[in-house]
């Protein structure tokens, strides 16, 4: 998949592949469920309280080694937080429907294909699979969470395709580079040689722009099959 997801899409696609959601439940059981145990429902499909803690204690981390842990946040912080991360929840199990609905599929190979590069990532087998049981995770459910990761990919590539950076627009993002170098009173480097990275910074924001029109167009028209239950 050559796009690159950052910013809220981002979270929303590791809640896919790391939260461990891989109880495929029917809408009918869901349904049944105690109400306590879940904070929203998205046509039906239930976002467990137990999903929803994992991964604002996920986000929480995340922010503390940037230097605002959670005891540093006023009520108004937390209580952002906490809604943000509930929305992105929904906008994943949202994605994820709509493209199912598209009739998006994956095929095995694919799914091989990005495990096995995960598995890269690891010295051996043996520290991939202790990476797995410290998640509470199966190989299996990582490769089920994988294809739903790769069929939010391929939806979005089939909704907004290929984007392009211009010459004036890597300019303006090396003039805002520039100054915030000359800012911090550090030399910045020339234009040639760091551009490759200012172009796929443009692209990057051009699609995470197009990406949350998209999500926020699906909201709209989803609006009645979202239920918050608690946030």
């Not at 993002?173 to 915030?180: A, R």
């Amino acid at each position: 998949m050559k796009r690159i997801l950052t910013g809220i899409l981002l979270l929303s696609i590791a809640v896919l592949v790391l939260g461990a959601c891989s109880n495929d439940s029917s809408k009918e059981n869901t349904e049944k469920e105690n109400k306590e145990d879940l904070v929203a429902t998205v046509d039906g499909e239930g976002i467990s309280k137990q999903q929803y803690e994992r991964e604002l204690e996920a986000m929480k981390a995340t922010y503390e080694q940037q230097g605002m842990p959670e005891d540093q946040m006023d009520s108004k912080m937390k209580e952002e937080l906490e809604k943000s991360v509930l929305d992105q929840m929904i906008n994943a199990e949202l994605l994820l429907q709509t493209a199912e609905k598209d009739g998006i599929s994956i095929e095995e190979k694919e799914i091989d294909e990005e495990l096995k590069n995960i598995k890269g990532n690891f010295e051996d087998e043996k520290q991939f699979e202790e990476a797995l049981k410290k998640n509470e995770m199966t190989e299996k459910d990582l490769k089920d969470q994988l294809k739903k990761q790769l069929a939010v990919n391929k939806y979005l590539d089939s909704k907004i395709g290929e984007v392009e950076a211009t010459d004036e627009e890597i300019q303006a993002m090396y003039d805002q580079y520039k100054q915030l170098a000359q800012a911090q009173e550090q030399e910045p480097e020339a234009l040639e040689k760091i551009k490759p990275q200012l172009e796929q910074q443009v692209l990057s924001e051009k699609e995470n722009e197009q990406i949350s029109k998209l999500i926020e167009d699906l909201r709209k028209e989803n609006e009645d099959k979202i239920k918050i239950i608690k946030a």
